[in-house]
């Protein structure tokens, strides 16, 4: 398998808390995401593109590794990443690449061990609690500032060999802290959202609009492969704060995720297929080392994830990919929740039992048909049985940040009460 985009540098830019039905190319007209609805249109959108958690720690685990949560141990706020495991990073790094990672708070920082692999890897986290005190008293809440990113980026690429690889996780998305923003994008269609709407055009100019300029600056843009993604979606019900960190839900789960590079030879390729985060890494490698990406036979890193569908794109996977590449797992594991999708069903299994969604006539998933289809809910259990039981299982250790700092930092976030 020769390389797509051989020697290509890497920009993956993750959005915190972004569902794709705020973003003008998967069809929004009320939000303003130019430079994002450019990079689609010019590239590769995957219309049902699935996080495999509901949080910012676990969900960039799968997305940075290619494992589902099992693999990769980090399952809760307190775990760290299994540090024998291949990351993205980690593999480029092997092949010549220089690597840098900006985390946008400590919940992905090098405590939970997001670190692997970057030559440089950016915590120069400041206490941004205070714009919290008003509201409810809570002031931890560490994490970089997006200025102090821009800043150090530039550095870094100013003076950074290539290829390389950028991790850029903007953090400002998210539904509390309150972002400081101009009064221009202070809009959204609900006063409880926080600007939810203007929080995305915001992050469109201001971190996707601005990294591109800089690889234009840096002259990088022409060999850079850009991958826009989020980690997860959100909850946003009418008249209450928005929230993520509990079901299951498609409003959670479902993401933007754009692939994009001037020597793609995919153009406006709309991918209506459902894929997983977890097929980043897979589909990454694969377009810039092709084959050298698996090293020898017998010492390739294992993916659950594996390389997008793309027409006329024929990369190898194992057995096992191919038996499970077209279902998704998700999981909440703190709250005993897991889930099994598919392109039509969803089965959601916790402590309250089992619940089973048809998803093209009930999108909102307010309709449990799990006794109207038992055969189709039994299906599904036994596939989910299946797949967990057949998952390399990495080796759980906690982590290293201190548990009072983490559970003001959760708490300041809404993750936990």
């Known amino acids: 398998m020769q390389p797509v985009l051989p020697f290509s540098n890497i920009v993956l830019v993750t959005l915190d808390c972004v569902r794709p039905d705020f973003l003008g190319c998967y069809g929004c007209q009320s939000v303003t995401t130019k430079t994002i609805d450019r990079l689609a249109r010019h590239g590769i959108v995957c219309e049902q593109a699935i996080s495999q ?14 494992l589902y949560p099992p693999g990769h141990a980090l399952r809760g706020p307190y775990d760290r990443m299994d540090p024998s495991i291949p990351t993205l990073a980690s593999v480029l790094s092997q092949h ?20 692997k692999g970057f030559d440089l890897f950016f915590e120069h986290y400041q206490d941004c609690g205070a714009e919290l005190a008003s509201v409810n008293g809570i002031t931890a809440n560490y994490r970089n500032t997006w200025d102090d990113v821009m800043e ?26 309150y972002c400081d923003m101009p009064d221009f994008y202070r809009f959204g269609s609900q006063d409880q959202w926080q600007f939810y709407e203007g929080k995305i055009s915001y992050a ?28 997860h979606g959100e909850e946003l019900r009418p008249g209450a704060t928005p929230a993520h960190n509990g079901a299951l839900s498609d409003a959670v789960l479902r993401v ?72 998704a797992y998700a999981e909440n594991e703190p709250l005993g929740i897991s889930c099994i999708r598919t392109d039509a069903w969803k089965l959601v299994v916790g402590p309250r039992g089992e ?36 998952l390399p299982a990495g080796t759980r250790t906690p982590g290293t940040r201190d548990g009072e700092e983490t559970r003001k930092l959760l708490r300041a976030l809404g993750y936990i009460e």
């Open 53 to 66: 958690a509901p949080n910012t720690w676990v969900s960039h685990a799968g997305i940075l590794t290619g």
């Open 96 to 115: 010549g690449y220089a690597t840098a990672g900006f985390p946008g708070n400590d919940l992905v920082g090098s405590k939970a061990g997001f670190h």
């Open 152 to 177: 150090a980026c530039r550095e870094w690429l100013q003076r950074a060999e290539q290829p390389f690889f950028l991790w850029l996780h903007y953090f400002d998305t998210h539904h509390l802290p």
């Open 204 to 231: 469109d100019q201001r971190c996707v609009g601005s990294l591109v300029d800089l690889l234009i600056e840096t002259g990088s843009y022409e060999k850079t492969l850009i991958v826009v993604a989020a980690d």
């Open 256 to 327: 933007p995720l754009i692939v994009f590079a001037e020597g793609l030879p995919w153009k406006g390729v709309r991918i209506s297929a459902q894929v997983r985060t977890i097929d980043l890494v897979p589909t990454i490698l694969s377009l810039v080392l092709g084959g050298k990406a698996f090293g020898r036979r017998g010492s390739e890193p294992t993916f659950s994830g594996c390389p997008l569908p793309l027409p006329g794109w024929d990369t190898p996977v194992t057995k096992h990919q191919g038996r499970y590449r077209h279902v």
């Open 355 to 390: 619940a089973l969604y048809h998803l093209p006539s009930d999108p909102e998933e307010v309709k449990n048909v799990v006794s109207r289809y038992p055969s189709t809910a039994a299906y599904l259990a036994h596939e989910l049985e299946q797949l967990l039981a057949t």
